[in-house]
């Protein structure tokens, strides 16, 4: 071809090679947060341009190809890490980790399939692989192809590299800048280094927090002395999904959140309840619920996998396990997102566990959500609340139906009506469509927002209907909704409150400051979600017997 059409040829290798610059240059200043995208971030000079240029301009020819390929292809790998890093910031407030966030990756996956169907998920995972596949190899050869092109006119880049470092120095030292940005850049060693950090800090947090776990207040205190006060009562700890400050105060979701938990309160006040509500901040943001109940219920902070792990594989006293020890109460998990085997469940002192499989219910998935939390409710109502029995309840119960993507949206049904849950059939089939959902902001906001009305009404309706004076409920927030709801740099606040008939029981936490009813107020005191168990056990008579060291 070079000899049949030189022009031609001429004009594919020079794009060839243009292309190749700006692939290399544009991944080199690339960031690694989806704000930062903004055509100034590439009005830059990369330092790591120059260096690798007089890099490979003293190398003779093989060791200079091997050495452009291998830099190439880690150009690659830093760069799906920025990706990666702009996706988990994007959905769970927090950038990937390089040592644990893998195995999150196939979750992930199985949330896309539940969300918007398999053949999405499929193609979805093809994407990705080609991509995270192809982007090392094609990056790697831009940079042998680089490397060439400066090798075939010595003399002129010898020149070239020198003047760019001598640019690039002065910039740096004057602190030059051109459309608000410096034009001195050594973002991909910056990025580098900061991987490398995070993998290095996440090894050593290992070691420590297992230190923490071996020191617990409660860990000794026998059955008898843990939760006295609460002796005969019903005690429900409940997790409403995606729960958080937002719902409460953005300008979108709030006034509904407010006016249902303003009216629900005024109804359970009817049925003659009070409550007492405050602020949480939770470990985790825009998902991974298990890391926000492991936190809320043993006391540690728990916000990586690493950490959830290295508690759930170990003896730490939670509340949940606190009932079983006193060896007075049924202690049983509502848990309507669990599809597979949940070994944890003996370490949250939960004797029998109910799953998505175990509650009867025939009626259609709601997204992710296996099922409306009033069908979930109506059967923890069957299976075990309404039983006679010789020992009072301790139940963990997780509702789902406010998890992403908010579409379609169980609506309430009469509580006589809800039989196995094919009722919800149509109104499943009437509801918005995930994908349409998905991809509109404001749709998102507006449908979190009616999530979260709906499941608050649920429960608290249950409370009504089926609550007595020795059921005590506490329900919170698991982390706040993913940023494209809440909004960026929002808080990790969630709600939580104690409702009760029995005086006594809120009488207990009257030093906490908690605002009357189920909203918490601006002034309302924020505690971090780990110092919620402590904090109860005191207040409800658990005497300290240290373990650990």
Known sequence: MRDRHPKAALVVRRGVTVGAALLVFGL??????????????FARIPAEAIVGAVVLLALPRRPRRVVAAFAGAVLGGLTLLNLLDIGYTEYLGRPFNPVLDWSLLQDARSYVADSLGGATAAWATVGALVVAVLLPVVTALAVVRLGEVLAAHRERANRGALIAATVWITCSALGLQLFGMPLASDRAARALELQARRAVVTVQDEAEFEKETEADAFGATPGAQLVPDLRGKDVL?????????????DPVSGPGVDRTLDASTEALQKAGFRARSGWLTSATYGGSSWLGHSTFLSGLWVDNQQRYRTVTSGDRLTLTEAFRRTGAYDTVGIMPGVQKSWPEADFFGLDKVYNAFDMGYEGPKFSWSTMPDQYALEAFQRLEHSKERTKPLMAEIVLTSSHQPWAPLPRSVGWDELGDGRIFGP?????????????????????????????????????????????????????????????????????????????????????????EGLRP????????????????????????????K
């Open 28 to 41: 080199l200043l690339l960031p690694n947060a989806a704000g930062a995208l903004r055509p100034n971030r």
């Open 237 to 249: 700890f409940t997790f409403v999904e995606s729960y958080g400050r937002t719902a409460i105060e």
């Open 427 to 515: 109104i499943e089939a009437a509801g918005e469509k995930a994908a349409d959902v998905v991809a509109d902001s404001a749709k998102s906001k507006r449908a979190y927002g009616e999530s979260v009305e709906y499941s608050v009404t649920s429960l608290t309706q249950w409370l009504e209907r089926y609550g007595t004076g020795d059921t005590v409920l506490v329900f919170l927030g698991d982390h706040q909704p993913i940023a494209r709801v809440s909004g960026d740099h929002a808080s990790r606040d969630v709600p939580v409150s104690i409702v009760a008939k029995d005086p006594k029981v809120l009488d207990a936490i009257d030093d906490w400051g908690w605002a």
């Open 521 to 548: 107020g601006d002034t309302t005191p924020v505690w971090k979600m780990s110092a919620f168990r402590d904090r109860f056990l005191t207040a409800y008579g658990s005497t300290p017997h240290a373990s650990g």
